[in-house]
């Protein structure tokens, strides 16, 4: 039964998808759906998701979305999925439940705000300043509390596992999208938090070479970004025509 | 061994896990927590959830808070809870998991933005009138999406199902938090939508006496508070008090 990924690799719940079905050597057809483009918002993909949102899976007949859903159907319909993914001991499952519920309205929550109003100048998109600081005081404290609370333990991974669960990777993919950032801004937000820098690397070499290669087109924008902050004369609109055009 | 539900009759996931327990024939004791009197920050119950957020369980040794994650752990882990409430095929599973997924950064961000904001003068805090409205379009916004989507279907319940799961207690309790707001504004957000009428009225019967013997307290305050908004000459400082003293 053929399984269909509805997903652009510059959305980091589709990413986390495809980096935990290449690591675990099950078969899928990429459908690339880009965001740039507006291809979401397309009666084709409202067939696949009526919510319009990335990402999504077609499985046989069944369709479904929101990605931890997503993540958790494929770890238990595709046998062969290494048991610390997606644990059968129901407490060990709990926590990992626990800690992809809170990701929503904190991580995620506040990744989400300060990214869309920090590169709303680049964007060409008005600029909230006050949300943009509300989207990094959500942040933060979603870093502490994964720094100081979910990352305690013996392991490296969350929860003090030693090896990584979909928790690990979803978070991660969330704190990837920091890339984009000029180097300042993320040194800044991210570098106070050791433990968290260090489970990024611990998860990208647990799932190599699949990680950078899933990730590459993020790195490609901030290289492209990169340009574009250090540049004179800039225009947003020039920026914005770059992005969704080439992009 | 024992199971210990740490609530406040007056948060919606609290009232979820306890209408949960109770329609299940679940042994449990009920230990308050109340958030009025900020007996969420204690100490004591920082041993129990270090996030400080209600609600929680102590299961035996075992520790667990995020409310959707409980309710999938008590479903799973006591015996004789029936197959509607988590079901274990895969995709009905999944389905369910796709709308608590759903439910964090929607209809819960939604109601909680709204509710706050609109409470505000209420309970004597500042009133930023622009939160408010961006608290309303996301509430009625995730209202449109449950009347036609995930209402879609034959039975009365979510995703179209003849009895009622996890997901429809979590949704439910949610939007009855919309209780304490006064009538005008209730009808205003709630009245378009029918069938999200009708659904309530169905959770209420399938899990009476339950429900409303949980959200007693709920009806209590709604009527506390109805007094309030039609008194003349009250003050901000005086309901403050009378909430935080009686509730």
Request: charged share 20%; hydrophobic share 40%; aromatic share 8%.
């Given at each position: 039964?053929?399984?269909?990924?509805?997903?652009?690799?510059?959305?980091q719940?589709?990413?986390?998808?495809?980096i935990?079905?290449?690591?675990?050597?099950?078969?899928?057809?990429?459908?690339k759906?880009?965001?740039?483009?507006?291809?979401?918002?397309?009666?084709?993909?409202?067939?696949?998701?009526?919510?319009?949102?990335?990402?999504?899976?077609?499985?046989?007949?069944?369709?479904l979305?929101?990605?931890?859903?997503?993540?958790?159907?494929?770890?238990?319909?595709f046998?062969?999925?290494?048991?610390?993914w997606?644990?059968?001991?129901?407490?060990?499952?709990?926590?990992?439940?626990?800690?992809?519920?809170?990701?929503?309205?904190?991580?995620?929550?506040g990744a989400?705000?300060?990214?869309?109003?920090?590169?709303?100048?680049?964007?060409?998109?008005?600029?909230?300043?006050?949300?943009a600081?509300e989207?990094?005081?959500i942040?933060?404290?979603s870093?502490?509390?994964?720094?100081n609370?979910?990352?305690?333990?013996n392991?490296?991974?969350?929860?003090?596992?030693?090896?990584?669960?979909?928790?690990?990777?979803?978070?991660?993919?969330?704190?990837?999208?920091?890339?984009?950032?000029?180097?300042?801004?993320?040194?800044?937000?991210?570098g106070?938090?050791?433990?968290?820098?260090?489970?990024?690397?611990?998860?990208?070499?647990?799932?190599?070479?699949?990680?950078?290669?899933?990730?590459n087109?993020?790195?490609?924008?901030?290289?492209?970004?990169?340009?574009?902050?250090?540049?004179d004369?800039?225009?947003?609109?020039?920026i914005?025509?770059?992005?969704?055009?080439?992009?």
């Amino acid at each position: 039964m053929e399984l269909k990924l509805y997903v652009d690799r510059l959305s980091q719940p589709s990413r986390a998808i495809l980096i935990f079905c290449k690591a675990n050597g099950i078969d899928f057809q990429e459908i690339k759906v880009e965001i740039f483009k507006r291809q979401h918002l397309s009666p084709e993909f409202q067939a696949i998701n009526p919510l319009q949102k990335l990402p999504a899976i077609v499985h046989g007949s069944f369709k479904l979305f929101e990605s931890h859903s997503i993540l958790i159907y494929i770890a238990s319909a595709f046998p062969g999925v290494a048991n610390h993914w997606y644990p059968t001991d129901l407490t060990k499952r709990a926590k990992i439940h626990s800690v992809l519920d809170w990701h929503h309205l904190n991580l995620r929550h506040g990744a989400v705000i300060y990214l869309r109003n920090s590169l709303a100048p680049v964007l060409g998109l008005p600029l909230n300043q006050e949300a943009a600081a509300e989207g990094e005081k959500i942040l933060v404290s979603s870093l502490s509390t994964i720094e100081n609370i979910w990352l305690q333990g013996n392991g490296p991974y969350l929860l003090g596992s030693f090896q990584p669960s979909i928790a690990d990777l979803s978070l991660v993919c969330e704190i990837m999208q920091l890339e984009i950032l000029n180097e300042k801004d993320r040194d800044r937000i991210l570098g106070p938090y050791k433990k968290v820098l260090q489970w990024i690397e611990s998860t990208r070499n647990a799932t190599k070479p699949h990680f950078d290669e899933v990730h590459n087109l993020l790195y490609k924008l901030k290289v492209k970004l990169s340009g574009q902050y250090q540049a004179d004369g800039m225009t947003e609109l020039k920026i914005q025509t770059s992005l969704t055009s080439k992009i």
